[in-house]
């Protein structure tokens, strides 16, 4: 099993034009609700299901507790949990003392501990995919454009794959899929092999263009 990711564009702190970076980011496959994260547990850990569902209320609500009094909690090989604070107003004059009322709880904060990290980067395995979410690129082709330079390239090479599709339309890799799929079903293009490993051939209506 892999965690699923994609590559988005990182926006230039200053609006600035030019040659853009990319960061990865995961794309999750579910959200797992208390319930579902019980089951999972109950059947890798042989442990009663009442138990852990007793066990993890009591965890929250103590954690919660000790969180409100200004505590960190260390939670085993998890990390630290703490808390940090918002004042309501702003002030740079230390004399201009904040009162506790202009003092509000914003968030709880999790410290990853190093035995956590060190088994999370050796077990987390990664599969590019295409997200759904991601925002996608305004098609500034048509598909007759793309069929055209589809075309151009089969008549230089014997056939195409999916990667080298994608160079030619500037399409993401989810949109070459969909349309190369279009295009077979069409009998424009045929398919041979499978997986990674497929290439693309000239099928009988795209010679007859």
């Given at each position: 099993?892999?965690?699923?990711?994609?590559?988005?564009?990182?926006?230039?702190?200053?609006?600035?034009?030019?040659?853009?970076?990319?960061?990865?980011?995961?794309?999750?496959?579910?959200?797992?609700?208390?319930?579902?994260?019980?089951?999972?547990?109950?059947?890798?850990?042989?442990?009663?299901?009442?138990?852990?569902?007793?066990?993890?209320?009591?965890?929250?609500?103590?954690?919660?507790?000790?969180?409100?009094?200004?505590?960190?909690?260390?939670?085993?090989?998890?990390?630290?949990?703490?808390?940090?604070?918002?004042?309501?107003?702003?002030?740079?004059?230390?004399?201009?003392?904040?009162?506790?009322?202009?003092?509000?709880?914003?968030?709880?904060?999790?410290?990853?501990?190093?035995?956590?990290?060190?088994?999370?980067?050796?077990?987390?395995?990664?599969?590019?995919?295409?997200?759904?979410?991601?925002?996608?690129?305004?098609?500034?082709?048509?598909?007759?454009?793309?069929?055209?330079?589809?075309?151009?390239?089969?008549?230089?090479?014997?056939?195409?794959?999916?990667?080298?599709y994608i160079g030619v339309t500037g399409l993401t890799p989810y949109e070459a899929m969909n349309e190369l799929n279009s295009f077979i079903s069409q009998g424009i293009l045929r398919r041979r092999g499978s997986g990674r490993s497929a290439v693309y051939?000239?099928?009988?209506?795209?010679?007859?263009?």
């Open positions: 099993m892999s965690a699923h990711y994609d590559l988005y564009e990182t926006p230039s702190p200053k609006g600035e034009e030019g040659k853009k970076s990319l960061h990865a980011r995961v794309c999750p496959k579910k959200t797992y609700t208390q319930e579902e994260f019980i089951d999972y547990v109950t059947r890798f850990q042989h442990l009663p299901k009442s138990q852990l569902v007793g066990a993890l209320d009591a965890f929250i609500e103590g954690l919660r507790y000790l969180l409100a009094e200004g505590n960190i909690v260390e939670m085993g090989d998890l990390g630290f949990f703490s808390t940090s604070l918002k004042c309501l107003k702003e002030t740079d004059d230390e004399e201009n003392k904040i009162g506790s009322k202009s003092v509000v709880f914003q968030n709880v904060h999790l410290r990853i501990s190093r035995e956590f990290r060190k088994k999370m980067t050796k077990e987390m395995k990664f599969e590019r995919v295409h997200s759904l979410t991601r925002k996608q690129k305004k098609i500034t082709t048509t598909v007759e454009e793309r069929m055209k330079r589809l075309a151009n390239f089969l008549k230089l090479n014997i056939c195409i794959t999916r990667k080298e051939v000239s099928g009988e209506k795209l010679l007859a263009e």
